[in-house]
């Protein structure tokens, strides 16, 4: 084991240290490895290249910030104790924004207004209105997942829910219209 130099086990160990960061700052951090792909990939060989995605967000930016380093110190270690070479490349950053109170407000009494339930939530997703936020008044309107899953091959939100969400979008853009 002391002559080998397995980036396999190295992927492995990143996905768990992002997930450790992610658990250690709490709050509103997350972390997704969402894809390992390994070289040679054979039973029976070691790998040679691993290719892996970590996805970290917060609503923070300080914190998001946080979690890059110690992730990005991690790496570094990690690549010094076992031998391997690693490079890395950023497929999209972007910080967190907060969106107009007075739009967030409108959807929330618009909801109301046609008797749904309300419940203000952040968002660490990458949605087009992160980016609309930025150059004009922008919101998000959420709709239940079962049992609160997302963002998960499980997601599942019942036909009515999202009704009630188009609802709740028709009736805003209505009221922003007039």
Known sequence: MRLRHDTGYAAGAIACEAR?????LGG?????????????NLV?????RA???VDLRNTDEAL??????????????????????????????FEPVRFDPAMVDL?????RRLGYSTKRMASGAGHDAQMLARVC????????????????????TAPEDIA?????????LLDLAT
């Open 20 to 24: 450790r960061i992610a658990r250690d």
């Open 28 to 40: 509103n951090q997350v972390a997704t490895v969402g894809s390992i792909s390994l070289a040679p």
């Open 44 to 48: 029976n060989v070691i790998a040679n």
């Open 51 to 53: 290719v892996v995605t």
């Open 64 to 93: 998001l910030q946080e979690a890059e380093r110690r992730l990005a110190d991690f790496v570094a270690a990690l690549a010094r104790d076992e031998g391997v070479s690693v490079s890395g490349r950023k497929l999209a950053r």
């Open 107 to 111: 959807v929330e009494r618009t909801a």
């Open 137 to 156: 008044p922008a919101g998000m309107i959420f709709v239940p997942s079962a049992g609160g899953v997302s963002h998960n091959v499980r997601e599942y």
């Open 164 to 172: 009630a969400g188009a609802n709740v979008l028709l009736h805003t």
